[in-house]
């Protein structure tokens, strides 16, 4: 345990950072599930469902939930599998 109060401020904002980080992770999983369900399924909302996780990826580069390569690459490999699936 830290005796430091800087070092104990530190730890709180970090663990308040970690369960927000968490939950846009949990968040862009599930989005993107959905996305490929529904084209799996051939549902006629594919392209919304993949625009609202595409935006999820993209806010969360932005906030700095992960790197902007990562989103980059994991929206490449949504879309990949979403064309697949429809044609499929």
Same mark, same amino acid.
Do not use: F, P, W, Y
């Given at each position: 345990? $830290? +005796?430091? %109060?800087?070092?104990?401020?530190?730890?709180?904002?970090?663990e %308040? &950072? @970690?369960? &927000?980080? #968490? $939950?846009?992770?949990? !968040?862009? =999983?599930? &989005?993107?599930k959905?996305?490929? *369900? *529904?084209?799996? !399924?051939?549902? /006629?909302?594919? !392209? !919304?469902?993949? @625009?609202?996780?595409?935006? #999820?990826? /993209? #806010? $969360?580069?932005? #906030?700095?939930?992960?790197?902007? +390569?990562? *989103? $980059? @690459? @994991?929206?490449?490999?949504?879309? =990949?599998?979403?064309?697949?699936?429809?044609?499929?």
């Open positions: 345990m $830290a +005796n430091i %109060k800087s070092q104990i401020k530190r730890n709180r904002q970090n %308040k &950072r @970690r369960v &927000r980080n #968490k $939950a846009v992770r949990s !968040e862009l =999983k599930t &989005r993107t959905t996305a490929l *369900a *529904a084209a799996s !399924e051939g549902r /006629d909302d594919v !392209e !919304e469902l993949a @625009r609202l996780a595409i935006k #999820k990826l /993209d #806010k $969360a580069a932005s #906030k700095g939930v992960i790197h902007r +390569n990562q *989103a $980059a @690459r @994991r929206k490449s490999r949504l879309m =990949k599998k979403i064309r697949a699936a429809s044609a499929g």
